[in-house]
């Protein structure tokens, strides 16, 4: 039993120090509740403002994309390179391990394949089950000017609202159909649709010609999708100029995993985005780690 007789009857109330009153540091995110900060300071690293996301969901609506054939063979030794893992549920309980430790970001929409319009999804995860799977954020595609541009944005604005109520965060992911322009006033527009609605960040797509633009005018942080397979120095190129001009991070799939050494690639990309490596620097140390194997 603790001694009572030692226990000391002077206390320190430090009435000369207020108490400090953080702002949170990311981009738009100050007014929300505890556990969505905290949510999103697992996803986006404190120290740096930004995230790298290891994109691996392309199967929802593909199959077996190539590089994700196998995903314990492929994914799971990149993941501890990862700031935050973005997949499926079904992945993440048939092949992530439980002792995990990177945050995860859980595509929730879903409903359509290749075969079809994909603009016609559906919510496709109760909000009880993201609790359950420890999810720090979920994730919606979002199809401005779509077909099913209306149903996919109540979608999202749905999820926000579950979310809302349990603290979790909501990524809205700008879908661009393949009749649509990849500009930065196609972006502009899309990326401030997701946030005026709610969304707490939002992933697009890099563009060459005024990007600082999307980027300025998105109130919420923006993360970029890596899109199809470049050689690695232009990939490289591309994660450099978004975080110059603004972006919070990446997410970032195909360029990663189909990748010649995507351990090595994963690396270069995360001097990119925490370090402000540039590209050519970047590159040295991806072929430096790919020569090591
Ligand atoms: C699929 C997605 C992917 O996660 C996204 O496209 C990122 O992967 P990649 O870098 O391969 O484009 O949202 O809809």
Redesign the pocket.
Known sequence: MADLDTLKETKEYYLDIPQKSEAFFLKGSNALDWGMQNRLARIFNPKTGRTVML????G??QGPTTGLERIDISIVPLAPYADTL?LTRGILRSTIPSSSIQAIVM?ASGGTSMLKELSNEAIAVDIEDSIRMNVAAM?V?VFIGGEHEKQSIINMTRLIDQGTRYGIPTLA?T?VGKEMVRDARYFRLATRICAELGAHYI?T?YVETDFETVTASCPVPIVI?????LPELDALKMAYNAIQQGAAG?????????SEAPVAMIQAVRGVVHENETPEKAFELYNTLKAEG
């Open positions: 994109a691996f969901d392309h929802y609506f973005m595509r994730a595609q992911v879908a992933k797509y999708a890596g899109g199809k397979k990446v997410d970032m799939g195909r360029n990663i995993f189909q």
